[in-house]
């Protein structure tokens, strides 16, 4: 009897135990969902619109927290990174309707130039606008048009074309706001020159901010990007993912006179002559939001980088009509049998742009764009614009960026909102999900390496001794294969505990079932 009794017990207590741990972890759960409830930080037309939602679900028989739960849901669900609200949509409407492109712009031809050589006066109104931008909620519908264009305006011939007109209705935006700025670019030729380019005096608060964390310094701290999330940057990461354009690669696109030559195709192969591969490689460098379609263009750092794209395209143009004379740039486009990867859509010269219906392909190729919308300054050379506080000649005539320390601007003390605005318990999907942007394989000058050894990899490269970091025949040493096996054996150790937990489970379970039957008597 006192068997039993005894089994009888063991088992009781077994099932208080697991009681028990549910109701903890319903516990833990409940204040989760409270904390998430209510530490979201929300521009007033998303708070009323949840509390639309919220007030006709109290017409019906619904739990109010789980109610006020579901209307969050449905709300953020619709700002994901690819899905278009009506307001984005209105944006690119109005300039179909205007027949954007067609008409000469209202504020005049702007110029473009290097974020460094701009005056501290007009930097800082290039970052008023971007806040601007950002607060009105345009840098988003911006952003997820890009994200959704995925298909239409990556990966094939449509590539170049597609983001000029891109970047320059966004410019046209900027103006609306201050029509004395226009959108600077990235020259980051003069970064790739310095031993640890992400010491570069981008990387502070007088620019471009934060390059291994969350942006919480700098004119674009605690700008939220494609996930609820504020943008994050991961520079050099590793190995693969160090590889910026240098002037040599623009150089070598000019060894080239046709559209397809410095365009992707059908076939997937990695050339130093794609410039959208050259592009993804910097995309890859920067990571974070930057090194996902999806989410890069939440990050100002899009915008400059891919003007600098569009600088590079239009020397190729230049060269092409100095040098290649029997090239019309204005038809010269890719093959029709070969306009991207299989996978494209719509990416012919005579398909509609995405999001600009009035516009085909081939329109982005009119010479107007840089003719009537918009030109470019030179890049900062020595003897030129490379001077000034962030820019410096070395005694190679090498134009150089300076590093952090000629930043003045120290970190700012945050206050109590932007703290609040940044809790742990506000759930953030990664950056990476979504599709990750790789490039070329970079030359090894990664966070974690040092300055002599830096200094060691640009000195072998401008001696033409290696390429990517490495001697001429070697292998390089890819940290995504190694990445790759890791994540199988964490895989498969999770796997080995999940199976020897189950069948330890199973074993105490059938020892509590024979004892509450063998002990009956």
Same mark, same amino acid.
């Given at each position: 009897?006192?068997?039993?009794?005894?089994?009888?017990?063991?088992?009781?207590?077994?099932?208080?135990?697991?009681y028990?741990?549910?109701?903890?972890?319903a516990?833990?759960?409940?204040?989760?969902?409270?904390?998430?409830?209510?530490?979201?930080?929300?521009?007033d037309s998303?708070?009323?619109?949840i509390?639309?939602?919220?007030n006709?679900?109290r017409?019906?028989?619904?739990?109010?927290?789980?109610a006020?739960?579901?209307?969050?849901?449905?709300?953020?669900?619709?700002?994901?990174?690819?899905?278009?609200?009506?307001?984005?949509?209105?944006?690119?409407?109005t300039?179909t309707?205007?027949? +954007?492109?067609h008409?000469?712009?209202?504020?005049? !031809? @702007?110029? #473009?130039?290097?974020v460094?050589?701009l %005056?501290?006066?007009?930097?800082?109104?290039?970052?008023d606008v971007f806040g601007?931008?950002?607060?009105?909620g345009?840098?988003?519908?911006?952003?997820?048009?890009?994200?959704?264009?995925?298909?239409r305006?990556?990966?094939?011939?449509?590539f170049?074309?597609?983001?000029?007109?891109?970047?320059?209705?966004?410019?046209?935006?900027?103006?609306?706001?201050?029509?004395?700025v226009?959108?600077?670019?990235?020259?980051?030729?003069?970064?790739?020159?310095?031993?640890?380019?992400y010491?570069?005096?981008?990387?502070?608060?007088?620019?471009?901010?934060e390059n291994?964390?969350?942006?919480?310094?700098?004119?674009?701290? +605690?700008m939220?990007?494609?996930?609820?999330?504020? !943008? @994050?940057? #991961?520079?050099?990461?590793?190995?693969y %993912?160090?590889?910026?354009?240098n002037?040599?690669?623009?150089?070598?696109?000019?060894?080239?006179?046709?559209?397809k030559?410095?365009?992707?195709?059908?076939?997937?192969?990695?050339?130093?002559h794609?410039?959208?591969?050259?592009?993804?490689?910097?995309?890859?460098?920067?990571?974070?939001?930057?090194?996902?379609?999806?989410n890069?263009a939440?990050?100002?750092?899009?915008?400059?980088h891919?003007?600098?794209?569009?600088?590079?395209?239009?020397?190729?143009?230049?060269?092409?009509?100095?040098?290649?004379?029997?090239?019309?740039?204005?038809?010269?486009?890719?093959?029709?049998?070969d306009?991207?990867?299989v996978?494209?859509?719509?990416?012919?010269?005579e398909?509609?742009?995405?999001?600009?219906?009035?516009l085909?392909?081939?329109d982005?190729?009119?010479?107007?764009?840089?003719?009537?919308?918009?030109?470019?300054?030179?890049?900062?050379?020595?003897?030129?614009?490379?001077t000034?506080?962030?820019?410096?000649c070395?005694?190679?005539?090498?134009?150089?960026?300076?590093?952090k320390?000629?930043?003045?601007?120290?970190l700012?003390?945050?206050?109590?909102?932007?703290?609040?605005?940044?809790?742990?318990?506000?759930?953030?999907i990664p950056?990476?999900s979504?599709?990750?942007?790789?490039?070329l394989?970079?030359?090894?000058?990664?966070m974690?390496?040092s300055?002599?050894e830096?200094?060691?990899?640009?000195e072998?490269?401008?001696d033409?001794s290696?390429h990517?970091?490495?001697?001429q025949?070697?292998t390089?040493?890819?940290c995504?294969?190694?990445?790759?096996?890791?994540?199988?054996?964490?895989g498969?150790?999770?796997?080995?505990?999940?199976?020897?937990?189950?069948v330890k489970?199973?074993?105490?379970?059938k020892?509590?079932?024979?004892?509450?039957?063998?002990?009956v008597?």
């Open positions: 009897m006192l068997q039993k009794v005894s089994g009888n017990l063991v088992i009781k207590k077994t099932m208080m135990f697991n028990n741990v549910r109701l903890l972890l516990f833990v759960v409940a204040n989760y969902i409270q904390a998430y409830q209510f530490n979201i930080n929300l521009p998303a708070q009323s619109e509390e639309a939602c919220v006709r679900s017409k019906s028989p619904a739990i109010q927290w789980q006020e739960m579901a209307c969050g849901h449905e709300y953020f669900a619709r700002l994901g990174p690819n899905n278009l609200t009506e307001d984005d949509w209105a944006i690119f409407k300039a309707d205007n027949i +954007f492109g008409t000469p712009p209202s504020f005049g !031809i @702007s110029t #473009r130039r290097e460094r050589t %005056s501290e006066e007009e930097w800082q109104n290039v970052t601007e931008l950002f607060k009105a345009v840098l988003q519908s911006f952003a997820r048009l890009h994200g959704k264009a995925k298909l305006a990556h990966k094939g011939g449509a170049l074309p597609w983001h000029r007109v891109f970047l320059a209705h966004f410019e046209q935006e900027m103006k609306k706001i201050n029509p004395s226009s959108l600077p670019y990235w020259d980051y030729t003069t970064d790739y020159e310095i031993p640890q380019p010491e570069s005096v981008l990387w502070t608060p007088c620019f471009f901010g291994n964390d969350t942006v919480l310094s700098g004119p674009f701290k +605690f939220y990007g494609a996930h609820g999330a504020i !943008i @994050s940057r #991961r520079l050099a990461e590793n190995f %993912s160090t590889r910026l354009i002037k040599a690669d623009i150089e070598r696109l000019k060894d080239f006179c046709g559209y030559d410095i365009t992707t195709g059908a076939v997937k192969e990695e050339t130093d794609n410039l959208e591969t050259l592009h993804d490689s910097v995309h890859d460098y920067i990571g974070g939001d930057m090194g996902v379609v999806e890069s939440y990050d100002p750092i899009f915008w400059f891919h003007a600098f794209i569009d600088y590079i395209w239009e020397s190729f143009r230049e060269h092409q009509t100095a040098k290649c004379t029997e090239i019309d740039i204005e038809s010269d486009y890719r093959p029709i049998n306009t991207g990867w996978n494209i859509i719509k990416q012919g010269p398909d509609s742009m995405f999001g600009y219906s009035h085909k392909t081939k982005g190729l009119w010479r107007n764009w840089t003719d009537v919308f918009y030109t470019y300054e030179p890049q900062p050379a020595c003897g030129g614009t490379c000034g506080e962030y820019l410096y070395d005694n190679k005539n090498r134009c150089l960026s300076r590093t320390e000629a930043c003045k601007k120290h700012q003390t945050r206050n109590a909102r932007e703290v609040g605005a940044r809790d742990p318990l506000v759930p953030q950056c990476e979504g599709t990750p942007l790789r490039g394989k970079g030359d090894g000058r990664t974690e390496t300055q002599a830096c200094e060691n990899i640009l072998n490269e401008r033409g290696i990517g970091g490495l001697k025949g070697e390089k040493y890819s995504t294969a190694l990445e790759r096996f890791i994540y199988v054996l964490i498969s150790l999770v796997c080995v505990i999940v199976s020897v937990t189950t489970i199973m074993r105490l379970r020892q509590l079932k024979h004892a509450r039957y063998d002990n008597d």
